[in-house]
């Protein structure tokens, strides 16, 4: 293999650094949107979570024979979600 000129192995090597850092910053860059995602995925599953704890309280209250309204504000399901249950539960 022939000797590259000074100018031709500082052009090598700059272009092996610049493609060194386009990969690390692709990197960096799918590790964070991992990182969000898993953020995002968490906070959905905690919401999805609460909401399912609240109509199992809901359910309990029904069949306690608590009033629809009392039901509503406690556990803050809508008058519609609750009649849901309730008809789960007949």
Same mark, same amino acid.
């Given at each position: 293999?022939?000797?590259?000129?000074?100018?031709?192995?500082?052009?090598?090597?700059?272009? %092996?650094?610049?493609? @060194?850092?386009?990969?690390?910053? &692709?990197? #960096? *860059?799918?590790? =964070? $949107?991992?990182? %969000?995602?898993?953020? @995002?995925?968490?906070?959905?599953? &905690?919401? #999805? *979570?609460?909401? =399912? $704890?609240?109509?199992e309280d809901a359910k309990m209250m029904?069949?306690?024979?608590?009033?629809?309204?009392?039901?509503?504000?406690?556990?803050?399901?809508?008058?519609?979600?609750?009649?849901?249950l309730k008809s789960e539960l007949n």
């Amino acid at each position: 293999m022939a000797e590259l000129s000074p100018e031709a192995r500082m052009l090598a090597e700059a272009r %092996e650094k610049a493609l @060194k850092d386009i990969n690390s910053i &692709r990197g #960096e *860059g799918k590790e =964070e $949107g991992i990182e %969000e995602g898993i953020k @995002k995925g968490m906070e959905k599953g &905690r919401k #999805e *979570g609460i909401k =399912e $704890g609240k109509r199992e309280d809901a359910k309990m209250m029904l069949m306690e024979g608590l009033d629809l309204h009392l039901i509503i504000k406690i556990t803050g399901l809508t008058e519609s979600e609750v009649l849901e249950l309730k008809s789960e539960l007949n």
